[in-house]
């Protein structure tokens, strides 16, 4: 042929340009073209733009991502080159079209990658993002519209207002993007700069103040980094999938392992995890985001557990979840914990407890009015009644709240809060109760308390003493007490007021060994001085009842070499309810090494008095203190005279305790008794002062003085 087409032979042009860039060789054709500057930039585009966007296209189902704007670019800047090339009559407002076309996308396939991978629908930087994308698209079609319908205005100063209005615009995403992924800013920043670049190059090219290499140059700057900029994302998510390709064996989770591994298994609700995963992708999209957590608890379903078994009330606790989860599926002001269901605003937590996170910037009433009709919602929302085959339960909720500006400085510790503000709801029998900062401070109070005492108990810091047991008729000492103080904040505790906070420590068996060490070392010194008088341990804690507790009595006993009928464990009727069966294994244990056993605090109850009828007990103690107060006919006075005569009656030895008044004294004489102990017999003494206060009592009262008599047991 002797003529070509200028179309074909521009095609066969860039086709050999594109050749020669990926390295093939046509050279008869290619030595006689003869290429320009802006022949060669387009087919760099070309050549460099079809493979990737072909890989954009084909992975698009693996990995989203918004492919059609990159085409769209990729036109633009061909049609740009194009103009700059062959037109000569419309070059102007061509150029500037697909230059607008070009920006407008650039704004837009930016807003897209972040809508797609960095927020959701309930963030509050959705509507400020689409709203940008749409002044983007005004503008953009109005600058095209002006240059081709309205010639007779200028065009190129349009052109700067437009290249303010996207510099300013993308100002703005730049602003928001540094809340939701500042690690992304830097590019963009430099994007920003390079489209102010072509802006101004572009204005200032029409006005002939800069040659056409430069705009060139400038504008493939600008192509070039909304490439690298745009495909970013992408290419980390290929690499990312790469990675995991390798790592999991070519396997991918199913829809449905997913979803298992993000559930409870047995409501089908998202998991705790889930929820922390949800809680902070939203507070990472904007900081001064503030939520109130709400914590729900059906105080009785643990009754469901000991009737059903937990197989069988998993099936009411998932109807319970459904009633639950359909009564706030409408709150738009509620945190949806799922990506994929809308309808999640309910999450599973640890035990029996359910979450929901009222989000406080989307209420228009006052939040605490909100969380009243939330829980008076959620508990009518429940059935009256809730079957399993023959099995009904009425479920009654209680509800705790904390708030995440308020009452925690992570995640975890503001659901813990709320859980606990739970337990003070249930405590206190109300609907909801708001978690109290001084439970916290109380805890940490509780914590100190805790190791103070572990360390006292350690180290030998408590206070022993003896509480001597008299005669009333001939002061002669009838047998002693152990009491255990410690001294916390200045004050002296008694072992009742101590004991709460040994347990919490896990220190009660220790402290339960010490008071044993204490007693055999006191009966040891009184063995000394000739005194063969018992010494009662008092056991007031179920946690004390420890199955060694007797071994270490038989080490004791082999130790000291002294008779365990010297020794009397005193039980609270309360433990011996509480914990009866480890009660009675433990006194089977105690008489077969010939230990005594003593129940104090006795007020005739059914347990102990079932002991006492199988001669299990050998003594009662009777609590007198309420006889220093009590007139005459009154009704302590007349229970302590039947607990009394209940004794006598059933021949069982007595101590009254707790007498610290000559009225609680000459009242618990009249009725009977015999033995007691209290101040006003005899003050506590210290182990350390036995000696003394032997020599000082028998010096004043040389009747008593029973030295050198064994103890008739």
């Known amino acids: 042929m002797e003529f070509l087409n200028p179309r074909s032979w521009c095609f066969s042009k860039y086709f050999s340009l594109i050749t020669i860039f990926f390295g093939f060789s046509f050279s008869a054709q290619a030595s006689e073209s003869i290429f320009s500057?802006?022949?060669?930039?387009?087919?760099?585009?070309?050549?460099?733009?079809?493979?990737?966007?072909?890989?954009?296209?084909?992975?698009?189902?693996?990995?989203?991502?918004?492919?059609?704007?990159?085409?769209?670019?990729?036109?633009?800047?061909?049609?740009?080159?194009?103009?700059?090339?062959?037109l000569s009559q419309y070059q102007a407002p061509a150029l500037l079209s697909s230059s607008t076309i070009m920006l407008t996308l650039v704004g837009l396939w930016a807003f897209a990658t972040t809508k797609m991978h960095l927020l959701d629908k309930e963030s509050e930087f959705f509507n400020s993002i689409n709203l940008g994308q749409k002044i983007l698209v005004v503008v953009g079609l109005a600058n095209i519209a002006m240059l081709w319908l309205l010639p007779q205005i200028d065009a190129y100063l349009i052109w700067l207002v437009f290249g303010g209005a996207l510099l300013f615009i993308y100002a703005a995403y730049i602003a928001i993007l540094a809340k939701l992924a500042p690690e992304q800013v830097v590019r963009s920043v430099c994007l920003w700069l390079v489209l102010g670049v072509f802006v101004g190059v572009m204005f200032f090219y029409l006005h002939a103040r800069v040659e056409q290499d430069w705009l060139i140059i400038s504008f493939i700057a600008c192509y070039m980094m909304t490439l690298v900029n745009g495909n970013w994302g992408l290419t980390q998510q290929?690499?990312?999938?790469?990675?995991?390709?390798?790592?999991?064996?070519?396997?991918?989770?199913?829809?449905?392992?997913?979803?298992?591994?993000?559930?409870?298994?047995?409501?089908?609700?998202?998991?705790y995890q889930q929820a922390i995963m949800r809680f902070e992708q939203l507070i990472k999209q904007n900081s001064n985001q503030s939520f109130a957590v709400v914590v729900i608890k059906p105080r009785n379903f643990e009754h469901v557990n000991r009737v059903l078994g937990h197989q069988n009330s998993d099936i009411l606790l998932l109807q319970l979840a459904y009633c639950l989860k359909r009564a706030v599926s409408q709150h738009d002001y509620l945190m949806n914990f799922d990506f994929s269901d809308v309808t999640a605003?309910?999450?599973?937590?640890?035990?029996?407890?359910?979450?929901?996170?009222?989000?406080?910037?989307?209420?228009?009433?006052?939040?605490?009015?909100?969380?009243?009709?939330?829980?008076?919602?959620?508990?009518?929302?429940?059935?009256?009644?809730?079957?399993?085959?023959?099995?009904?339960?009425?479920?009654?909720?209680?509800?705790?709240?904390?708030y995440t500006s308020e009452h925690g400085q992570s995640l975890h510790e503001v659901i813990a809060h709320a859980g606990d503000a739970v337990m003070e709801a249930e405590k206190n029998n109300l609907q909801w109760s708001l978690f109290n900062n001084q439970v916290s401070l109380y805890t940490e109070q509780q914590l100190l308390r805790m190791e103070r005492l572990k360390q006292d108990i350690q180290n030998d810091g408590l206070i022993w003493q003896l509480a001597p047991q008299i005669n009333i008729e001939n002061k002669q000492i009838s047998g002693f007490s152990l009491l255990a103080k410690w001294r916390d904040s200045g004050s002296l505790l008694e072992l009742d007021d101590f004991i709460e906070v040994a347990e919490?420590?896990?220190?009660?068996?220790?402290?339960?060994?010490?008071?044993?060490?204490?007693?055999?070392?006191?009966?040891?010194?009184?063995?000394?001085?000739n005194i063969y008088q018992p010494i009662g341990i008092r056991l007031s804690s179920q946690e004390l009842l420890e199955p060694d507790l007797a071994d270490f009595i038989e080490l004791q006993i082999a130790k000291y070499n002294i008779s365990a009928r010297y020794l009397i464990i005193q039980m609270s009727e309360n433990v011996m309810q509480v914990a009866c069966d480890r009660a009675k294994h433990m006194i089977d244990q105690l008489k077969s090494l010939e230990v005594r056993i003593c129940i104090s605090d006795f007020d005739g109850s059914y347990e102990s008095l079932r002991y006492i009828r199988k001669l299990s007990v050998d003594q009662l103690n009777i609590t007198c203190d309420v006889l220093s107060k009590a007139e005459s006919g009154s009704a302590e006075k007349a229970i302590i005279n039947s607990l009394i005569s209940l004794a006598r009656t059933m021949k069982m030895s007595f101590i009254g305790t707790n007498i610290h008044t000559k009225e609680a004294l000459n009242h618990y004489q009249l009725m009977g008794g015999l033995i007691g102990e209290g101040d006003v017999m005899a003050p506590n003494i210290n182990i350390s002062e036995i000696e003394d206060w032997v020599d000082n009592w028998f010096k004043s009262n040389p009747s008593a003085d029973t030295r050198n008599s064994l103890l008739d047991i």
């Open 345 to 402: 605003k309910l999450a599973r937590l640890p035990s029996l407890h359910f979450m929901l996170a009222i989000d406080l910037n989307r209420i228009d009433h006052d939040k605490e009015s909100v969380i009243s009709e939330l829980c008076r919602q959620l508990t009518i929302a429940v059935p009256p009644a809730m079957s399993f085959k023959s099995f009904s339960l009425k479920f009654e909720l209680c509800f705790g709240v904390a």
């Open 238 to 271: 290929v690499y990312q999938l790469i990675n995991d390709k390798n790592v999991d064996g070519n396997e991918q989770l199913t829809p449905e392992q997913l979803f298992s591994f993000t559930h409870d298994p047995a409501t089908n609700l998202p998991s």
């Open 37 to 86: 500057f802006v022949d060669f930039n387009i087919a760099f585009v070309l050549g460099l733009s079809l493979p990737i966007l072909l890989l954009s296209v084909l992975i698009r189902r693996i990995i989203p991502n918004p492919w059609w704007y990159f085409a769209g670019l990729t036109l633009s800047a061909l049609g740009f080159l194009y103009s700059l090339l062959y």
């Open 504 to 529: 919490q420590s896990g220190e009660v068996h220790s402290l339960s060994k010490k008071m044993l060490v204490q007693a055999f070392k006191a009966l040891f010194e009184l063995k000394k001085l």
